[in-house]
């Protein structure tokens, strides 16, 4: 299981550091727009070293602005443990084709299966297809995420876009194994209740 965080908050990245349950982070415009940042190659560079001084192994960042390949090009030189994300689209695959650095790349905005086989292609590392916008979006959208597992062997399947628990385990179950996790799932989903009074249970033995 390869379990990112998808979050801005680096309130959040410091309390779950010291799980060791993330092998990385993810964030996007719109997740740096609610921590209260500005997208910027700056910020980028802030939170990447606040990411790398709490351990996370890898932290991907969205290209922004008009010229995609020139802003690739300076995410990529951050630092070692920077993934880029490009847009799934036609100027997405060109600016793929030209970094020529397919191992650090998330392929993002994905919603269909010839998004999926064009990854394939491209050979990159991750592809990113959005599982909650695309439920709401069309009736098949389990169907067509489980034609994605059976296409994607290249590329390593990143699902995000989760709006519950429930959805993150339900996918985990049918084969799905990497994932980008929104704050509130990534806080409660290795949380149990039963557990806690077990452990209360423990700990009341041993002081008696």
Not at 3 to 29: K, R, V, Y
Not at 65 to 72: I, V
Not at 140 to 154: G, K, Q, S, T, V
Request: glycine fraction near 4%; aromatic fraction near 12%; charge should be negative.
């Amino acid at each position: 299981m390869n379990l990112f965080l998808d979050a801005a908050n680096t309130d959040c990245w410091a309390d779950l550091a010291g799980t060791g349950l993330f092998s990385g982070i993810t964030t996007n415009p719109l997740l740096i727009q609610r921590a209260g940042l500005e997208t910027s190659i700056q910020t980028y560079q802030t939170l990447y070293d606040k990411a790398t001084k709490l351990g996370y192994p890898c932290i991907q960042f969205q290209v922004f602005g008009e010229n995609w390949l020139q802003c690739a090009q300076s995410i990529s030189s951050i630092g070692p443990k920077v993934f880029i994300k490009i847009p799934a689209n036609k100027m997405g695959f060109e600016v793929i084709s030209k970094l020529s650095l397919p191992d650090r790349i998330t392929l993002t905005a994905v919603y269909s299966v010839g998004q999926v086989i064009a990854a394939e292609a491209l050979q990159v590392a991750y592809t990113e297809p959005y599982y909650a916008r695309l439920r709401d979006a069309i009736e098949n959208a389990d169907e067509l995420f489980d034609r994605m597992h059976d296409i994607a062997f290249e590329t390593e399947l990143l699902v995000a876009s989760l709006q519950s628990k429930a959805q993150f385990l339900d996918l985990a179950a049918r084969g799905f194994s990497t994932f980008a996790l929104p704050e509130p799932i990534a806080r409660a989903f290795f949380q149990s209740t039963l557990a806690d009074e077990s452990i209360a249970d423990f700990e009341n033995a041993a002081r008696s």
